[in-house]
């Protein structure tokens, strides 16, 4: 037994095990910690978490924490701070949840559980950069609900909200699940297509079409709703930024709308 001040905390098998557990030590990491060290290490975490504002860091920072403590609330060693450990535990956890609250509050249209501007730039940096990586196609497209404005009026604004929720999830059920959905504006959306050209991402609008068609919203004497949404496509150019590819999506999306409803143009 260790002769420090600290006992040796073993979160794995360490290399003092016997010849009949040497194999399954082999298998296993052989770090061991003291509680001097954890000490040090959740210090370092705290460090990091002070300098960092990603929410998403953060959350992964708590989460080798947690695994760490949990490391310890194991160890047979230390069955006089148990009680502590869970505790310890039991805040970290707490933590993060309420940080993956937060991350989700952040990033994602309360209405709708689309993501939000802001979590249409974070997601766009990923695709882009997958997209330059691989030389692979991008395609965005700006989504407009047509006459959305006569609907508020006529049905009312909480009908209206009714019709942005109905459609979010039949875009979530007719897209693939790589594919990035956000909430652009009241009635405009923004889809993100990876690995996908321009005549694919057509095909995909006018199965979206096809799907608001059969599967209407209906009223509160529970008649079908019509509606329908213009939209703009664009193929993004590599190392090219959101803001550039959305104003060329916008553009086609005033052609689109120009041209009466359910119209779908391609930037060119």
Same mark, same amino acid.
């Given at each position: !037994?260790?002769?420090?001040?600290?006992?040796?905390?073993?979160?794995?098998?360490?290399?003092?095990?016997?010849?009949?557990?040497?194999?399954?030590?082999?298998?296993?990491?052989?770090?061991?910690?003291?509680?001097? =060290?954890?000490?040090?290490?959740? =210090?370092?975490?705290?460090?990091?978490?002070?300098?960092?504002?990603?929410?998403?860091?953060?959350? $992964?920072?708590?989460?080798?924490?947690?695994?760490?403590?949990?490391?310890?609330?194991?160890?047979?060693?230390?069955?006089?701070?148990?009680?502590?450990?869970?505790?310890?535990?039991?805040?970290?956890?707490?933590?993060?949840?309420?940080?993956?609250?937060?991350?989700?509050?952040?990033?994602?249209?309360? !209405?709708?559980?689309?993501?939000?501007?802001?979590?249409?730039? =974070?997601?766009?940096?990923?695709?882009?950069?997958?997209? *330059?990586?691989?030389?692979?196609?991008?395609?965005?497209?700006?989504?407009?609900? *047509?006459?959305?404005?006569?609907?508020?009026?006529?049905?009312?604004?909480?009908?209206? *909200?009714?019709?942005?929720?109905?459609?979010?999830?039949?875009?979530?059920?007719?897209?693939?699940?790589?594919?990035?959905?956000?909430?652009?504006?009241?009635?405009?959306?923004?889809?993100?297509?990876?690995? @996908?050209?321009?005549?694919?991402?057509?095909?995909?609008?006018?199965?979206?079409?096809?799907?608001?068609?059969?599967?209407?919203?209906?009223?509160?004497?529970?008649?079908?709703?019509?509606? @329908?949404?213009?939209? $703009?496509?664009?193929?993004?150019?590599?190392?090219?930024?959101?803001?550039?590819?959305?104003?060329?999506?916008?553009?086609?999306?005033?052609?689109?709308?120009?041209? $009466?409803?359910?119209?779908? =143009?391609?930037?060119?």
């Amino acid at each position: !037994m260790q002769t420090s001040r600290h006992k040796r905390l073993k979160l794995v098998k360490s290399s003092e095990t016997t010849s009949e557990d040497s194999s399954v030590s082999t298998k296993k990491h052989q770090s061991q910690l003291t509680l001097d =060290e954890y000490y040090e290490h959740a =210090e370092q975490y705290a460090q990091q978490i002070r300098k960092t504002h990603d929410v998403s860091e953060i959350i $992964g920072i708590l989460n080798t924490v947690l695994s760490e403590t949990q490391d310890l609330r194991h160890n047979s060693e230390l069955s006089s701070a148990q009680e502590q450990i869970r505790y310890a535990e039991q805040k970290i956890e707490s933590l993060r949840h309420e940080l993956e609250l937060i991350r989700e509050l952040v990033h994602n249209d309360q !209405m709708t559980g689309l993501l939000n501007r802001r979590g249409l730039e =974070e997601l766009y940096a990923r695709e882009a950069a997958r997209a *330059d990586r691989n030389q692979s196609p991008l395609c965005a497209i700006l989504i407009d609900l *047509d006459d959305f404005e006569e609907i508020n009026e006529v049905y009312g604004y909480p009908f209206g *909200d009714k019709v942005l929720i109905h459609f979010s999830k039949l875009m979530k059920r007719t897209l693939r699940p790589s594919d990035v959905i956000a909430r652009f504006s009241g009635k405009a959306f923004i889809i993100l297509l990876p690995d @996908t050209g321009i005549a694919e991402a057509v095909c995909v609008l006018q199965r979206l079409q096809h799907t608001l068609v059969n599967r209407p919203i209906l009223s509160a004497r529970h008649q079908p709703i019509p509606v @329908t949404f213009s939209s $703009g496509v664009t193929l993004r150019q590599p190392h090219e930024h959101l803001q550039v590819v959305i104003k060329r999506a916008e553009e086609a999306l005033v052609r689109a709308k120009s041209s $009466g409803k359910s119209q779908i =143009e391609i930037y060119s």
